[in-house]
């Protein structure tokens, strides 16, 4: 291999690093070859991109600019918009251009506001306006008023399989999942419903940093893992959700459909979960992260299935090939156990908190759980600038918008098709057997590498090769000798001799290259054994 030099010894060291630092260094091993080309399949970064909202977003921005004109006759400047008027003058552009599909896509967007949402067109149209102008601070700061109903509208859509639990979701919009999440962590703990040396369940495997969060002295949380099972497509074991019976488990943490086993909790299992929590765990914090949801067909979340318990992040970012946008949802239901739990903390604790957060309102009992984590967010003290920028929310409307008036499921088809297509390739290239699933979201898949090898060659070599080598040595080979960069499965909890790919940043033949080159390093492996013998 072209990094021979490594001791066993040092791959142990590399094995200690998070897989996303990992793999700079095999990025590196990878591109010390300059006559091949890479083949990264270590991120998630999709590489197709959702058209139809980002051509309104951009006709949009171009009205906007032209009514911004209209109010400040400064040459060089606009002012802020003037929402009387401005819906005949938009009829007025359409007419004027009609074969410009972002204004079209404006057009029926309207139409839909106005009649499935109860939504003043011209009110929504001067919000998007001026948010895509973005001369003011967002206003509310957690997210603006008719951007919060659409969304709300796309995640009952996506998220629960268009079957709302009753009542509605409070919405904060955020600069992607990861921020998110940050956000989340920081608020649980400094409104006291997560201690130092508190148990947190993680449904594992999971995405590395959220094995690493925990960890932080900001919260050494004690991690309890949940773990699926890998030889029932990654559904989670009744065993190990009985886990979560136990009162010192005080959050479970799961990342739905998963990264990377990418395979979403069966029914069965979030009924078991669901009737645990009512049964026996009503005070369980439950943090979902749902980002891969619209990859399934019929996706239900938890925060359907235990509203009333769960905080869940969305991320606009894979589906609509959009990560560079930072695009990022908070929901939590209007009747939730964490502001009940708020309510019923300590004294002392209560006092702390009406320190924090005296100077936002004269009602901090009053103030919800998620209005705490957009101040928080801007260490309380700058909470008057809070809020994601208000063209982010923009493009997140018409995301939502355009899967919203897409009735017959368009796009979600065409998007599974190309991660399924993948996933067939590789699969049939590396010559391993698969049972197709309807909770499958095909966005990665962890190919566990000793059962291959055990399934093709036997156990004296799976033995041999475990007692000879470290696990991270594959994924070392594969970058240095065959420029393919994936991603160590230990890393995210998962066996240690599994290997992560992404499914989705590279054209459809790299997966049959990648399949290829799996089973040719196996292959390699194998004859190495028998030289050996």
């Known amino acids: ?72 006759a400064v040459p060089g400047m606009g002012g802020h918009v003037e929402a009387k008027g401005m819906l005949q003058r938009f009829e007025q552009l359409t007419g004027e251009e009609p074969a410009d599909p972002g204004l079209e896509f404006l057009k029926q967007s309207l139409d839909y506001v106005k009649d499935e949402l109860g939504i003043d067109p011209e009110e929504f149209l001067a919000e998007m306006a001026d948010g895509i102008i973005a001369s003011h601070y967002p206003t509310p700061d957690r997210i603006l008023t008719n951007v919060e109903k659409v969304c709300h509208q796309y995640l009952i859509q996506e998220m629960c399989a268009g079957q709302a639990p009753g009542g509605r979701y409070d919405l904060f919009a955020t600069e992607g999942g990861t921020a998110a999440m940050c956000y989340i962590f920081n608020s649980l703990s400094e409104n006291k419903l997560l201690h130092k040396g508190d148990k947190i369940a993680l449904g594992t495997p999971i995405f590395t940093p959220y094995l690493e969060i925990p960890h932080l002295n900001d919260y050494e949380l004690i991690e309890v893992e949940v773990m699926g099972d890998e030889h029932n497509d990654w559904q989670v074991p009744k065993k190990e959700l009985d886990k979560l019976a136990d009162p ?98 300590p004294q002392a604790d209560k006092d ?49 918008l355009m899967c919203l008036l897409d009735k017959e499921n368009t796009y979600k088809a065409t998007a599974q098709q190309v991660v399924s297509k993948r996933f067939n390739d590789l699969y049939k290239a590396v ?50 000798e065959r420029q ?9 909890d998962a066996p240690d001799w599994t290997v992560r790919v992404s499914l989705a940043n590279l054209d459809d033949q790299a997966y049959v290259t990648i399949g290829q080159q799996i089973k040719s390093l196996v292959e390699e492996y194998h004859g190495l054994w028998q030289n050996a013998k």
């Open 352 to 400: 702390a908190l009406n320190q924090r957060y005296g100077t936002l309102t004269l009602d901090v009992p009053g103030m919800k759980l998620i209005d705490r984590m957009v101040a928080d967010s801007r260490a309380v003290a700058l909470n008057h600038t809070a809020g994601s920028s208000t063209p982010q929310q923009v493009q997140m409307v018409l995301f939502s």
């Open 1 to 72: 291999m072209a990094d021979k030099d490594i001791s066993r010894d040092q791959e142990k060291a590399l094995e200690r690093l998070s897989p996303f630092q990992l793999k700079n260094r095999l990025i590196d091993l990878a591109q010390s070859d300059h006559e091949r080309l890479m083949l990264n399949a270590g991120r998630g970064n999709p590489n197709w991109t959702a058209i139809a909202p980002r051509q309104a977003f951009f006709s949009l921005g171009r009205f906007a600019l032209s009514e911004s004109q209209r109010t400040f």
């Open 431 to 480: 010559e391993v057997a698969y049972t197709p699933n309807p909770n499958d979201a095909h966005y990665y898949t962890t190919i566990d590498v000793l059962e291959m090898a055990q399934a093709k060659f036997g156990k004296d070599f799976t033995d041999w090769m475990v007692a000879n080598y470290e696990p991270v040595d594959f994924v070392l080979r594969l970058a240095s």
């Open 248 to 345: 010192a488990v005080k959050a479970f943490f799961l990342v739905n459909p998963a990264n990377p086993p990418s395979v979403a909790m069966c029914q069965e299992d979030l009924d078991y979960l669901a009737k645990l929590i009512k049964e026996k765990r009503q005070d369980l914090i439950v943090l979902t992260d749902d980002v891969y949801g619209t990859f399934v067909n019929g996706f239900h979340s938890l925060m359907q299935a235990c509203p009333y318990n769960t905080i869940c992040v969305y991320s606009y970012s894979k589906y609509f090939g959009a990560t560079g946008w930072r695009l990022g949802i908070i929901a939590i239901h209007e009747d939730n156990i964490f502001d009940k739990a708020i309510a019923n903390l």
């Open 484 to 492: 393919v960069v994936l991603l160590p499965g230990a890393g995210f």
